[in-house]
């Protein structure tokens, strides 16, 4: 893996981002994205990729908050995208459960489930606990779809998108951001 050397842009982008965590925690979802937006310009002038995908999906998670569904598609397709080429399997995971979030909330229910199904067997594979902080929306959008759909039909999709592999994952998720889902 390159390593980087902390610059200025690097560290702004870093500064940024932190600050941007402190506008969500504050619910200021505009002010967020400024931050972040901010940020993620800094990690990309310097080339941090891995930074970049983590950037990329704050911003997909403040744009879902706002409502900004498209541009929250984007973000997490672009994000999985090169967390894929990183083979950075948290954020694959993230990404996967931020577009398992437009999904439900866009009325797919059958591949958000898939989605975050794939997202949890990832995560469990490589031994990482979901962060206090991620928890309350993967909370919610495993309860909107088990609304949604029901336990039978959620229990038989979970299963089948645990079983998915990262492509199989990755491919839905460009089906759904091509086809104008969103």
Same mark, same amino acid.
């Given at each position: ?27 200021s ?9 901010? =940020? ?6 310097? =080339?941090?990729?891995? =930074? ?21 598609a ?23 459960i931020?577009?398992?979030?437009i ?48 336990? =039978? ?15 199989e ?9 091509t086809?104008?889902?969103?």
């Amino acid at each position: 893996m390159k390593r980087y050397k902390i610059s200025k842009d690097c560290g702004i982008g870093w500064k940024s981002s932190r600050i941007g965590l402190q506008a969500v925690k504050r619910t200021s979802y505009s002010e967020a994205k400024r931050y972040y937006e901010e =940020g993620l310009e800094g990690l990309r002038g310097v =080339g941090y990729q891995s =930074g970049v995908t983590t950037a990329l999906i704050n911003l997909g998670r403040v744009a879902f908050q706002l409502g900004d569904y498209k541009t929250s598609a984007a973000t997490f397709a672009e994000s999985l995208a090169l967390a894929c080429e990183l083979d950075y399997p948290h954020n694959i995971s993230q990404s996967l459960i931020g577009a398992a979030s437009i999904l439900t909330r866009q009325h797919h229910p059958e591949t958000a489930v898939k989605l975050l199904a794939a997202a949890d067997a990832i995560r469990r594979s490589i031994g990482i606990i979901m962060d206090m902080s991620d928890a309350p929306d993967y909370e919610q959008t495993r309860s909107e779809l088990q609304q949604q759909i029901g336990q =039978g039909l959620f229990a038989y999709y979970w299963q089948v998108g645990s079983t998915l592999t990262v492509a199989e994952a990755s491919s839905l998720v460009h089906k759904f951001y091509t086809s104008g889902c969103h």
